[in-house]
C-alpha cells in the first residue's frame, strides 16, 4: 500500500477504514453485442490482458484486496480467470517457460475474491444491494468491471483520501463535450476548499439536454457510505427501467449526515464496454508497450498516413 494512502487511513480513527471493494459486472453489455452473447465484456483482452485485471490490478494497487465481485450469466470466465489453471500450469512448468507461468498465476495470487450473483441484471443499485452481506456497515469502493483508469493517474487512493475527511460518499467526476452528457450520470456541483473536490448537491441519470444541471460526468468508481443499501431498496426504478445508482446517491445528496462529494479527476479513463473507447485503449497499449510499441507505432503512423489503404 503506498504510504501516503496508509497515513491517510490512520488519520482518521472515528471513520472507519474502506478495506472491500465490490466490482458489479452481472451487466449485459448490450452495446457490445453480438461479441457479449456469450463472453462477458469484462473479459474482452487488452491485448492479452483482459480488462477485469487491471481493474483488479487497481483495487490491489491501494491495498484493498478483499473484492466482491456480483456476476450474472455467462460470467463464469470471469471466475475461471481468476482461478489457477492447473493443466496450463503444468504444461509451462514442463516446459520451462518460466515467463508464461508467472503470469498465467499472478491473477490467481493477486487479491481475496469473493463472487455473488445478481439473479436478473436490475441496475447498478440492484447489483449492489447484492453486495450488502459482504459489505456490513463500513464505506466500501466500487470499480465498475468495464471502466479503465490509467495506473498513473491515481485515482482511488485519492477518493479514499477525500472520503475519510469528508465522510459520507465520494463519487469520481470528469469534465466531458456538453454534447456527451446525456451518457452519464451528470452533477450539480458546489466547491469546496480542496480544488479538486467538490459538494455533489444533486444527480440526473443520463439528462436530457434541457435537464444536465453541470457537465460534471459520473465515471466509474465510488467510495460509499453503507447507508447508500437503505436508500437504494427505496428507490423505484428509473431510466431504462433500472434501479439507478445516480438515483440513490441523488437522495444521498441531501443528506447531512452522509453527504456526497465528487473528486475532479482529469486523467486518462477508458470506458471499453463502448467499441470505441475499447479499441483506443487497445491502440494506445500497444504503442506504449516495450515489446509492441516501436513496430506498432510505426505500422499505425504508415497505415493512417496511406488513408488507410494497403498498409500490411
Ligand atoms: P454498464 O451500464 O456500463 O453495463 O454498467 P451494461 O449495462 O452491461 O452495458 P450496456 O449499456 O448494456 O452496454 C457498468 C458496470 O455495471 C455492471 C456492468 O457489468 C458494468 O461492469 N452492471 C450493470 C451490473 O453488474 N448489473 C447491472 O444490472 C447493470
Redesign the pocket.
Known sequence: MPSEVRREREGSPLNPHVTKVVI?????????LPATKAIP??IFPLIDKPVIQYVVEEAASVGLTDILM?T?RNKRPLEDHFDHNIEIEEALARKGDAAHLDQVCESSDLVTLHYVR?GA????G??LLCAESHVGNEPFAVL????LIDPRDPLLARMIAVQERFGGSVVALMEVDPRDIHLYGCAAVAPTDEADVVRVTGLVEKPGPDEAPSTCAVI?RFVLHPGIFDVIRGTGPGHGG?IQLTDALDDLSRSRAAPVHGVLFSGRRY?T?DRADYVRTIVRLACERDDLGPDFRAWLAAFVSHDFQETR
Open positions: 458489479p459486472v452481472g451487466g449485459l453489455g448490450t452495446r457490445f465484456k469484462e456480483v450474472g445478481q441484471p436490475k441496475g447498478l440492484h447489483a465498475l468491471g468495464d471502466d466509474g433500472e470506458d464496454g
